[in-house]
């Protein structure tokens, strides 16, 4: 199985900042990777796929970057509805996994 | 408009099987490429995904759960149905089922997940 390690796993910001988040693959993915956003008591939804490919009517304040193991999401300047719990996804092989997710907390 | 919604029991007991239907709508499983999934969240914890099924009836599941799941289809009725067995109050869970094409392999449209409790 292809393990997903994000970093952190939360973090404490204010509006405005600006949140970078990591995640490790255990074997090379490529670019087969995706990040969703889950807020409390809802279903995730997709963000960024192909690593750095947003989603349509997302907005631009996020952004993905890497390719191989080493991934990030940034969101340039959080927002109030951004606090939320982010998880990346790998797509490489059929075999999916998740990674353990990181709570963006307000500060 | 993609939507994927999972309907099911809402509590079962220890050593019962499990069967959950994903009813969707705005796309076919009978279209080249399509695929639909099943993942789950035990509470306060992350996701995990569970199986998959394409259009050609190819069919993946986690290799820690493999022994206990079935994903099947039924293109007509626009459902996907996830059998799982021997049940135990550790897969007490939102489960979710999602939309993906074999060409990406991430999720791209999610359904709004449905609470498994396990209970004697």
């Known amino acids: 199985d292809i393990q997903l390690t994000q970093s952190p796993s939360s973090v404490s910001a204010s509006v405005g900042d600006r949140v970078t988040i990591t995640c490790r693959a255990s074997?090379?993915?490529?670019?087969?990777l995706a990040w969703h956003q889950q807020k409390p008591g809802k279903a995730p939804k997709l963000l960024i796929y192909?690593?750095?490919r947003l989603q349509s009517g997302v907005p631009s304040r996020f952004s993905g970057s890497g390719s191989g193991t080493d991934f990030t999401l940034t969101i340039s300047s959080l927002q109030p509805e951004d606090f939320a719990t982010y998880y990346c996804?790998?797509?490489?092989?059929?075999?999916?996994?998740f990674g353990q997710g990181t709570k963006v907390e307000i500060k | 408009q993609i939507t994927l919604k999972e309907s099911g029991p809402t509590l079962v007991k220890p050593t019962q099987t499990l069967t959950l239907t994903c009813t969707f709508s705005?796309?076919?499983?009978?279209?080249?490429?399509?695929?639909v999934g099943w993942i789950r969240q035990p509470p306060g914890k992350a996701l995990e995904w569970l199986a998959l099924?394409?259009?050609?009836?190819?069919?993946r599941y986690s290799p820690s759960l493999n022994s206990r799941l079935t994903i099947t289809k039924d293109t007509s009725k626009n459902q996907v149905v996830l059998t799982m067995t021997n049940m135990d109050p550790v897969d007490t869970a939102t489960y979710f089922c999602?939309?993906?094409?074999?060409?990406?392999?991430?999720?791209?449209?999610w359904g709004q997940g449905t609470l498994v409790t396990v209970s004697s």
């Open positions: 999602a939309h993906t094409l074999y060409t990406s392999g991430w999720v791209d449209y």
């Open positions: 705005g796309f076919s499983l009978i279209t080249t490429g399509v695929g």
């Open positions: 099924i394409y259009w050609d009836d190819e069919k």
């Open positions: 074997q090379g993915i490529s670019s087969w």
């Open positions: 192909a690593a750095s």
């Open positions: 996804q790998q797509a490489n092989s059929f075999l999916w996994t």
